[in-house]
């Protein structure tokens, strides 16, 4: 019963069946029992909220980050007992922190519903009440009658009704949704073709039974049952039938098909992925120092709470005569009041954990991934595409890579193919000026004469030009100059207005090249395919195609010739195809299609087979038996294909050419030297990847390339990989290049990891062929969980690389021409892969030292904040007295110290780009997070303690040593009434700190913009500026005002700017020295590429380099001088600062030492400046 009222109200909706019945154009059955099925609607949702759960779910997200929470609680206490502090000064930061995080990404979010309405709202034509109707898509229902027209996208999952074609065909690419930019030609039932018109289809009656909704883009069951004179005809659906929404109609002028899925249960819909979050190392170290940050708040809580009933163990103490305790007091529980000390210096502490952190490294990497889009070095000019960054989370960790596991085809290469040589006959032919020579011959008949080709030579043309999927299109583009379709751009051939469409770019390529050499392929229309043979038109009828799957890799045609007779033409991997070869040149080709994989072309076989009249029958009854079988279709069909594909005749085979792309040499030695490791993964056969690697750089001819292919067995392989380990031990001094197989590593990966990883970690490059879409996932994950756990980068361009992008730490897409599913699953996208080196090598430099630093400097400034608050509870008996007001406590992280780190965050430059990019050796000084390591947290959490002990000491000693408090809190010094009491002395320290932590920055910075003077000094500034106006005015909405005239007596003060001046000195100056010292006696590479020591310019001096601004301003030049002099290192009379802007460098591709560094320090040109 419960069950049944869930039902009906929808909370439990009852169970689907394992079928769904599409009754086309809802004529719904008006005899008989009918239970209308519930299907979703169209509309496609990508967005996150909604404007009812945007707030409690943006809150319940916020809330889940220990800092936002911990804040949270904190403000709870405050408000429920007691405590020294008002409850605005955790509440105000958390509520900034909370609003700005919202704001970003209900922004965010805004942008997908805004995307989504665009998808959604977006008009289309259905056929209702005997018209063609328009309305909006997401008004689609399952079981409309839909009009697409020409290079429109489906709005829906529709099975194919009717074209304007006679037979019923359309050609659809489905790049978008699986990155083939092949035209696939898709098919309907004879019953539904002759339905052309709308009255036509008003008065179809039939139905469609079907699979629920599933994945799976490849693989749909169903039939459709039509009505004709009352009589049922039953017709199978298979994947030939079904339009998928997100793909685009070609080269046909308009189709009708009934929506059987729709909105979230189409298969693109149903194939978003959601992202795995991926988690920069920068992250998880700030989580880390947080955790710290946590432990030594509880240490000074509790110390303090036990310090106080310590104190107050005496008399006297423990209830002054000033402070007499309640009644309620005396009776109270000590350990309720031992848990409400503690909760109060809790809240006194807190602030040493940085709220304001978790916002601003959200701002620095949301504006700071802008710079990667702006950059014009990243912009591809021939293909009008810039850099796009999909998510900005991982910014840092681009400087973080270890390894890179890349594609080939796409991303190494243009796939963009050239037919080069071919094999016919055991004779090797190569194209010279558009007619095939065959080798060692030249080209020396004249223009214009007819080649003379043997029967066998025209035989293998004809092949190539009519096994294969290529569509033509006669249309001339209607679209602009300049624009057009991106799909024709990429694989369309115009010539006498004839443009091809080929299934990949090797077939393309091929036709190209038969059409050149005078056998073209000239039409095909229904089952008819003509070419003309020099000049001469033959037309074929084409009765079946067996389509190329992943698991045959090869795909065939069968035809009827001119004369009558029926031919299978076949073509594929050598691998699959020669082993059912029984007559022709097989040796020989064999050695051919070894020499073309040396040469790094991809290779193809032809092969023929030629039926008799009865060998034709059974052929054609069992393709169609196979084709027309309701239960497990596949299999019969791959049976079926096996039968027909057998003693085959060779004719020879293909060698096309893909072009690698420019500067990829450079790029894979860029990172080399940047001490990352690249491993190509690629499906390609080992001979022709070891060629592409060796051509692109990946493998050296020097390197010893060892070899792990065609392993059967787990011992076998095993074995090979100690013989590879016993050598590469031998032979350590040699660089070693491993190469393996899908198959073997399939076999390394099952029971010997650790011996595959050992042999791969000392190898220089690894290349790894024959490898599945998923074998690569499995390889980056091997690494990326591995002990060491380094940092992955993985970059492909086509659907195929998907697996792995979302895998590696860091995915980063190509923009090629394998449609945009790569670019959509990446994090970020590039047009090429020359791209990838100032990616990493400057984008991830900057981003990992900006972001590095910006974490240390926030913990640093909060321990410098809160730690006098500890130590002043020492002088006043742990009564948890605040030290700061109130107002001050709040706007510390928010308005006097944020804007400085947030700037020096989006501009700091250590090194010009020009510098990072021709030294890649720099990327290895920040490797493996080493300005996050321990001893660098370390290192600035003491320099925090040690500056909060200085500006707290260093106040009570300086103001207090020459002054008499009197009895009501003033002082008498030289005649002159001074307030100094506890707000003045709080004012003191607040005012030191402020200016030494803004200053310290400032010390930091290496690149000078007008945005960083404009907010250091400008922070400063503001801060006297509030503090005179805060404390200098009555404010009728404050309840009480402490600060009232405290900070203006302060500053009439001589002794407190003395004070300010000094104890700032203090701080800064060791600073300085250290920089110094360090820099002179162990610099890193980074700090050598700072100075400059072209032959005709002296050193830029180590101290003139900290100072140096961008216009050529010297801001501590004096300082400068008078510490180089006494470290013996300048001479005042003739030091000065030179650099330019850009100057020429030259650079050795293989060094490694930095000693001879010729780069710059600024990116501006900065003026002579006297030391």
């Given at each position: ?12 909706p ?17 005899h ?32 889940r980050?220990?800092?936002n ?12 007992i ?5 409850p605005?000064?955790s ?5 900034f ?8 990404q ?29 309305t ?24 194919l009704?009717?074209?304007?074609r006679?037979d ?7 790049a ?6 092949n ?45 004709q ?6 017709r199978p ?9 997100g ?12 929506a ?10 149903l ?10 190392a920068v992250?998880k ?43 309620q ?9 031992f ?10 502490y807190?602030f ?22 702006w950059d014009?070095?990243?912009?591809h ?52 000026n558009?007619k095939?020579v ?6 020396d008949?004249?223009?214009?004469s007819?080649?003379h ?5 025209l ?6 030009s009519?096994?294969?999927?290529v ?11 300049g ?28 036709v ?24 001469k ?25 001119p ?5 299978l033409?076949?073509k ?7 082993p059912?070869?029984t ?11 070894d ?45 079926a ?16 050419e ?15 030297l ?10 390609d056969?080992?001979?022709?990847a070891?060629?592409?690697s ?9 390197m ?8 059967r067995?787990?011992?076998e ?55 599945a ?7 980056v ?5 591995s002990?060491?756990?380094p ?15 979302q ?6 897409g190509i923009?090629g021409?394998?449609?945009r ?21 400057v ?17 640093y400034?909060n321990?410098?904040?809160i730690t006098?608050?500890?130590?002043y509870?020492?002088f ?5 007295q ?10 510390y ?5 944020s ?5 020096y965050?989006?501009f ?25 390591s ?24 300086l ?7 009197m009895?009501?809190?003033?002082i ?11 707000w ?27 945005m ?7 922070s ?27 900070f203006?007596?302060?500053l ?37 590429s ?20 961008q216009?050529?301003?010297?801001g ?7 510490l ?24 050795s ?23």
């Amino acid at each position: 019963m419960l069950r049944w009222i869930r039902q009906q109200l929808g909370f439990d909706p009852p169970h689907q069946s394992d079928t769904r019945t599409v009754y086309v154009a809802n004529r719904f059955p008006e005899h008989g029992h009918y239970i209308p099925q519930r299907f979703a609607d169209n509309r496609i949702i990508s967005s996150k909220y909604t404007i009812w759960n945007f707030v409690p779910k943006n809150l319940f997200e916020q809330f889940r980050r220990i800092a936002n929470f911990y804040f949270l609680v904190i403000f709870l206490v405050q408000l429920m007992i007691d405590t020294p502090t008002s409850p605005v000064t955790s509440g105000l930061p958390l509520f900034f922190v909370i609003t700005v995080t919202a704001i970003k990404q209900g922004y965010e979010d805004w942008l997908r519903h805004k995307a989504d309405n665009e998808v959604n709202g977006a008009p289309v034509f259905v056929v209702r009440s005997g018209s063609l109707v328009q309305t909006r898509s997401k008004n689609i229902r399952v079981g409309d009658i839909v009009r697409v027209a020409k290079d429109e996208t489906f709005p829906a999952d529709l099975a194919l009704l009717s074209s304007d074609r006679g037979d019923g065909t359309c050609h659809i690419t489905t790049a978008s949704l699986d990155g083939e930019t092949n035209l696939k030609t898709h098919y309907s039932v004879a019953e539904t073709t002759v339905c052309q018109s709308v009255s036509q289809l008003e008065s179809l009656q039939a139905v469609v039974e079907c699979q629920q909704p599933e994945a799976d883009l490849y693989r749909f069951v169903g039939r459709i049952t039509v009505t004709q004179h009352g009589e049922e005809i039953v017709r199978p659906l298979g994947p030939e039938n079904l339009l998928l929404r997100g793909a685009r109609l070609k080269n046909t002028k308009e189709i009708f098909g009934v929506a059987v899925y729709t909105g979230m249960e189409s298969k693109m819909a149903l194939n978003y992925k959601c992202k795995s979050q991926k988690r920069s190392a920068v992250e998880k170290s700030m989580n880390t120092f947080l955790i710290i940050y946590l432990g030594i708040l509880l240490f000074e809580a509790i110390l303090s709470t036990i310090l106080k009933y310590a104190w107050q163990a005496e008399d006297k103490w423990d209830e002054p005569f000033y402070n007499q305790k309640t009644e309620q007091e005396r009776n109270s529980s000590p350990i309720l009041k031992f848990i409400s000390d503690f909760l109060a210096f809790l809240v006194l502490y807190n602030f040493i954990i940085p709220i304001s952190l978790y916002v601003t490294v959200e701002m620095q990497k949301f504006l700071g991934s802008f710079f990667i889009g702006w950059d014009l070095d990243l912009y591809h000019e021939e293909s009008d595409q810039k850099a796009q960054v999909n998510t900005s989370d991982l910014n840092e960790e681009l400087g973080q890579v270890e390894y890179v596991f890349t594609d080939k085809t796409g991303t190494l290469t243009e796939n963009e193919m050239h037919f080069r040589e071919c094999s016919i006959n055991g004779t090797k032919y190569r194209e010279v000026n558009g007619k095939l020579v065959p080798e060692g011959m030249t080209d020396d008949s004249p223009d214009g004469s007819t080649p003379h080709l043997l029967g066998e030579e025209l035989l293998f043309l004809k092949a190539v030009s009519l096994c294969h999927t290529v569509q033509i299109s006669y249309d001339q583009p209607d679209c602009p100059v300049g624009g057009g379709d991106p799909f024709s751009h990429a694989n369309g051939f115009s010539s006498n207005h004839m443009e091809y469409y080929a299934s990949s770019p090797d077939e393309k390529a091929l036709v190209e090249a038969t059409k050149r050499i005078g056998v073209a392929f000239t039409r095909s229309s229904g089952d008819t395919m003509e070419i003309k043979t020099f000049g001469k038109s033959e037309k074929y009828k084409l009765l079946h195609v067996l389509e190329f799957d992943s698991d045959r890799r090869r795909m065939s045609v069968i035809l009827q010739t001119p004369s009558g007779g029926q031919v299978l033409f076949t073509k594929g991997a050598e691998s699959a195809i020669l082993p059912f070869t029984t007559s022709g040149e097989i040796e020989k080709t064999r050695l051919h299609v070894d020499e073309f994989a040396l040469k790094g072309l991809r290779t193809l076989v032809v092969a023929c087979r030629h039926f008799s009249p009865e060998e034709y029958i059974d052929v054609d009854r069992h393709l169609n038996a196979a084709r027309t079988a309701l239960q497990q279709r596949e299999e019969r069909l791959q049976e079926a294909f096996s039968y027909i594909e057998r003693d085959l005749h060779l004719l020879g085979a293909t060698g096309v050419e893909d072009k690698l792309q420019d500067k990829v040499q450079e790029t894979i030695e860029a990172l080399r030297l940047a001490g990352i490791k690249v491993w190509v993964l690629t499906g390609d056969k080992h001979e022709t990847a070891v060629s592409v690697s060796l051509s692109c750089g990946h493998f050296h001819r020097t390197m010893n390339i060892l070899e792990l292919l065609q392993q059967r067995s787990d011992n076998e392989c095993a074995e090979q990989l100690r013989r590879l380990a016993r050598r590469i031990k031998e032979d350590h001094v040699i660089q070693h290049g491993l190469v393996v197989d899908g198959a073997s590593l399939s076999l390394a990966l099952r029971e010997h990891e650790k011996l595959f990883m050992e042999v791969c970690k000392n190898c220089s490059a690894v290349l790894c062929c024959r490898m599945a879409p998923l074998q690569k996932a499995k390889v980056v994950r091997l690494f990326k969980t591995s002990p060491e756990k380094p940092i992955t980068l993985a970059i492909g361009d086509g659907a195929n690389d998907v697996s792995m992008i979302q895998e590696a730490h860091v995915g980063i897409g190509i923009m090629g021409k394998e449609g945009r599913q790569a670019v959509r699953n990446s994090d970020y996208a590039i047009a090429r892969f020359k791209f990838l080196a100032k990616l990493l090598l400057v984008h991830g430099h900057f981003y990992y030292i900006r972001i590095a630093t910006l974490v240390q400097y926030f913990f640093y400034k909060n321990v410098c904040f809160i730690t006098p608050q500890f130590l002043y509870q020492f002088f006043c008996l742990f009564s948890q007295q605040t030290l700061y007001d109130s107002v001050y406590l709040t706007l510390y992280n928010i308005c006097f110290t944020s804007l400085p780190i947030l700037v020096y965050s989006l501009f700091e430059q250590l090194v010009h780009p020009h510098v990072l990019q021709n030294k890649p050796g720099l990327y290895r000084d920040i490797s493996k997070n080493s300005l996050l390591s321990f001893r660098t947290f370390l290192y600035w959490t003491l320099l925090g303690f040690c500056h909060a002990f200085i500006f707290f000491f260093g106040s009570y000693i300086l103001m207090g040593e020459d002054t008499t408090l009197m009895g009501n809190g003033q002082i008498l010094r030289a005649n002159r009434q001074l307030m100094f009491g506890n707000w003045t002395f709080g004012t003191l320290v607040f005012t030191v700190m402020v200016i030494t932590v803004t200053l310290k920055l400032a010390l930091e910075t290496h690149f000078w913009t007008w945005m960083n003077h404009f907010v250091t000094w400008g922070s400063i500034a503001f801060y006297f500026i509030f503090s005179l106006f805060y404390g200098g005015i009555i404010w009728p909405f404050l309840h009480t005002q402490d600060m009232y005239f405290v900070f203006v007596h302060l500053l009439s003060s001589g002794s407190a700017w003395f004070a300010i001046i000094i104890i700032v000195i203090t701080c800064l100056f060791p600073d300085v020295v250290k920089k110094i010292f360090y820099r002179h006696l162990q610099p890193t590479g980074t700090q050598k590429s700072q100075s400059l020591s072209a032959p005709q310019a002296q050193a830029l001096s180590c101290v003139e380099s900290l100072c140096c601004y961008q216009h050529g301003q010297s801001g501590c030049s004096r300082l400068a001088s008078l510490l180089e002099q006494m470290t013996g290192q300048c001479q005042a009379s003739t030091n000065h600062c030179h650099a330019s802007s850009r100057s020429n460098r030259s650079w050795s591709d293989t060094e490694n030492s930095y000693s001879n560094d010729r780069s710059i320090l600024t990116l501006s040109p900065i003026e002579a400046t006297h030391c």
